[in-house]
């Protein structure tokens, strides 16, 4: 069973936008991670943010976990049509090895 | 190559037939995991190695599926008796060792069972 729920499951925004994903989990974690898909490619990592981290920013993406709250966000900001993606969180299963992923966001980026 | 290979891109085959997918991990990398994505949803676990041992293979579904890693490097996904139900996406990733610490994915084998 999945983790993770992300929302929205669907999202279009036009370029220059910013674009907000959030994830919600179940159990306790060590960390949580983002990856990003294009379609019929592989997942591709963009940020860890470990559990007594509340924010972490990378480039354009900045993340933020709320452990009371078992929740994360990810922003990006001045998105472009090549962020055009689905976007999944994904946690450690009460700090096992494996990666539980949520269903995802699509995100689809206007030019 | 520089990142994780998996073979076939795409497999279709019939119904009740044996399948073998292949992953090759970025080199040197102990830790090999093997997740099943069907469409519309994120990958789901299915089991990890750490060096040439399967260290977790909860999320495999039943006995007909079974993961090798004879050498702890290029690692098979081996399905039995195939049904309709077993088409999806499946990816492998690797990581330098265990613990927390990103994974890198292969684009996966889609597996059509007809």
């Known amino acids: 069973s999945q983790q993770g729920e992300e929302d929205p499951q669907a999202l279009s925004i036009q370029e220059g936008e910013n674009a907000t994903m959030n994830c919600s989990y179940k159990?306790?974690?060590?960390?949580l991670q983002w990856y990003r898909q294009n379609s019929g490619r592989g997942l591709v990592h963009l940020i860890l943010?470990?559990?007594?981290?509340r924010e972490k920013h990378s480039g354009r993406l900045r993340v933020t976990l709320d452990t009371s709250k078992k929740s994360s966000s990810l922003l990006i900001t001045a998105s472009r049509a090549a962020d055009t993606a689905s976007y999944f969180c994904?946690?450690?299963?009460?700090?096992?090895?494996?990666?539980?992923f949520g269903k995802g966001t699509k995100l689809t980026v206007n030019p | 190559g520089a990142g994780v290979s998996q073979t076939p891109s795409n497999k279709v085959t019939e119904k009740g037939k044996y399948v073998e997918l292949r992953c090759d991990p970025i080199?040197?990398?102990?830790?090999l995991y093997w997740y099943r994505q069907s469409l519309g949803q994120g990958p789901e676990f299915l089991i990890y190695?750490?060096?040439?041992?399967?260290?977790?293979d909860s999320g495999l579904p039943n006995d007909r599926f079974f993961a090798v890693r004879p050498e702890g490097s290029v690692s098979t996904l081996k399905i039995q008796r195939t049904e309709r139900g077993d088409s999806a996406v499946y990816l492998c990733?690797?990581?330098?060792?265990?613990?927390?610490?990103?994974?890198?994915f292969g684009d996966g084998t889609r597996l059509s069972i007809l």
């Open positions: 943010i470990r559990s007594n981290e």
């Open positions: 190695f750490q060096g040439t041992g399967a260290a977790d």
């Open positions: 080199s040197g990398h102990t830790a």
């Open positions: 994904a946690t450690d299963w009460g700090g096992s090895e494996k990666l539980v």
């Open positions: 990733a690797s990581s330098p060792t265990t613990g927390t610490q990103p994974q890198h």
């Open positions: 159990t306790s974690i060590n960390n």
